[in-house]
């Protein structure tokens, strides 16, 4: 992941030696000796996280960090303020003016680099989220970001998985008003309560008396429920090995013991906004691809669906050596509906036969809209004969039932025709040979005088 990163400080040689750590790991870095600088190189480039001095001659890291927040244009990049050690005023200062994180001088290696890739990422989100909702005019999304970006959280649910009831207490009071803290003792439980989910972050102690904490993360990062949940683990020691491999295994963030309350609230804050933008990332793209694949007017599969998918039941049904059926039904003489009825009473005529169809089989049969008045249903695990039946079955449930339409629920009388086709286990038939082999079948029913079934054996 190459991110574009802007290091602002008056020291040319803490500028060097940030800008050369960077770039060793492949981000592209400018810099900005000065507070005007800065906000110059933000005006004219677009950067993903900006690394920010607070005392600086002319602008101090404090105001720049606030016209980045103040302008729509820059908002969204996240700033990490570098403060000298135990300027506890210096932090409360910064996340007034904005700031999402903080690193303390000198800069730790292992402490830069997995900030700055947790920051990336998550304006990596942002911009994803923005992107989409761009082009999709999506108003959920929109709505999301107004939240996120301006709204203080709403208080996050936080598992801590940790033995000791000191490190919970002192943990509680820093996060007071900020998250509702759940404590779990024993790491295995702890896994299992971060697994039946309604938790924004999980943070895992490095600590066990007896027990390996990157197990507890590589368990947390294998379990579906848990793998997108942001874990922030909490070491006692400056172990750089450990936490280097807990980095490696998934984990979002550490932090080291004694923790600082204000930077703790702001590395909690940014994986859990994190996590709410990933949500809903996930959940937009789950409701776009639904809507992608079912038919607006019936809530049936549609045409697009059915032919991602036919092939995928005609290989598992040969694969397996079970059988596998497949019916195309048309409304007969639909036309006069529409010209007797009007557009929308066709319609209606429409939405009660996929009703009809759709209860007329089981849940795991397919039923799509083929296309106008044209219906498949696909039937896995379903001989010849059986197939032939259900048919009949449709057909008379259509016939013998009037369709009620319009305001004054007049009674239309509906017929339909049915092709029904078997896959042939001897032969390479594919599934748009099946659909085929039943729209050839639909033909005869139509010839033979329409309100008909006729099956094709394999
Ligand atoms: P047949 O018995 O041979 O199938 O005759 P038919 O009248 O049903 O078939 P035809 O293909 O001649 O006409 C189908 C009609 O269905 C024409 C088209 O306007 C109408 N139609 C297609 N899609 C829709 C729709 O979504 N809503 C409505 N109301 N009508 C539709
Ligand atoms: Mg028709």
Redesign the pocket.
């Known amino acids: 992941m190459t991110a574009r990163i802007l290091v602002v400080d008056d020291n040319q040689l803490n500028l060097d030696l940030l800008n050369a750590r960077l770039t060793m790991e492949y981000y592209e870095v400018a810099t900005a000796l000065d507070g005007h600088q800065a906000l110059e190189a933000l005006a004219r480039e677009s950067f993903d996280i900006v690394l920010l001095d607070i005392m600086m001659p002319g602008i101090d890291g404090f105001e720049v960090c606030r016209r980045i927040k103040a302008d729509p244009g820059t908002m969204d990049i996240p700033v990490v303020m570098v403060t000298a050690l135990d300027q506890m005023e210096d932090r409360v200062r910064g996340l007034q003016a904005g700031a999402d994180d903080f690193l303390t001088k000198p800069v730790n290696e292992l402490q830069l680099l997995a900030r700055v890739k947790s920051l990336t990422r998550l304006k990596m989100l942002t911009d994803e989220l923005r992107l989409r909702a761009h082009t999709t005019r999506d108003i959920a999304i929109e709505e999301l970001l107004r939240r996120h970006g301006t709204k203080p959280e709403a208080r996050a649910e936080v598992l801590l998985i940790d033995e000791r009831a000191s490190v919970f207490e002192r943990y509680s009071g820093i996060l007071r008003g900020v998250a509702n803290l759940h404590h779990v003792r024993d790491p295995q439980e702890g896994v299992l309560a971060a697994a039946e989910g309604g938790f924004e972050c999980v943070i895992v102690s490095a600590d066990f008396a007896t027990f390996d904490p990157l197990r507890v993360i590589a368990q947390l990062r294998s379990l579906d429920r848990t793998r997108f949940l942001p874990i922030i683990l909490s070491s006692d020691t400056e172990n750089d090995t450990l936490i280097a491999r807990a980095l490696e295994l998934g984990v979002n963030d550490f932090v080291v013991r004694p923790v600082d309350a204000n930077e703790f609230v702001a590395r909690l804050r940014t994986q859990v906004r994190r996590k709410a933008y990933h949500d809903g990332l996930r959940s937009n793209v789950a409701e776009s691809i639904e809507l992608a694949v079912t038919d607006g007017?019936t809530g049936l599969h549609n045409r697009r669906y059915l032919d991602t998918h036919l092939q995928s039941l005609v290989d598992r049904a040969r694969k397996r050596g079970r059988p596998l059926s497949l019916l195309i039904t048309?409304?007969?003489?639909?036309?006069?509906?529409?010209d007797t009825h009007?557009?929308?009473?066709?319609?209606e005529?429409?939405r009660e036969f996929g009703r009809r169809l759709r209860g007329q089989v089981r849940g795991l049969d397919l039923v799509c809209r083929f296309?106008?008045?044209e219906f498949v249903i696909v039937m896995p695990d379903t001989s010849a004969v059986m197939a032939a039946e259900i048919a009949e079955r449709l057909r008379l449930d259509v016939a013998e039932t009037p369709f009620a339409v319009g305001a004054d629920r007049s009674k239309i009388a509906v017929t339909a025709?049915l092709g029904v086709a078997t896959l042939d286990p001897s032969s390479a038939e594919d599934g748009a040979a099946l659909i085929k082999k039943a729209d050839l079948a639909l033909y005869e029913a139509?010839n033979g005088g329409?309100n008909k079934v006729i099956a094709k054996a394999a």
């Not at 048309?330 to 529409?338: C, E, L, P, R, T």
């Not at 009007?342 to 319609?347: A, K, V």
């Open positions: 007017l048309d409304i007969d003489h639909f036309k006069a509906v529409n009007g557009h929308d009473g066709g319609d005529v429409l296309g106008g008045e025709s139509k329409r």
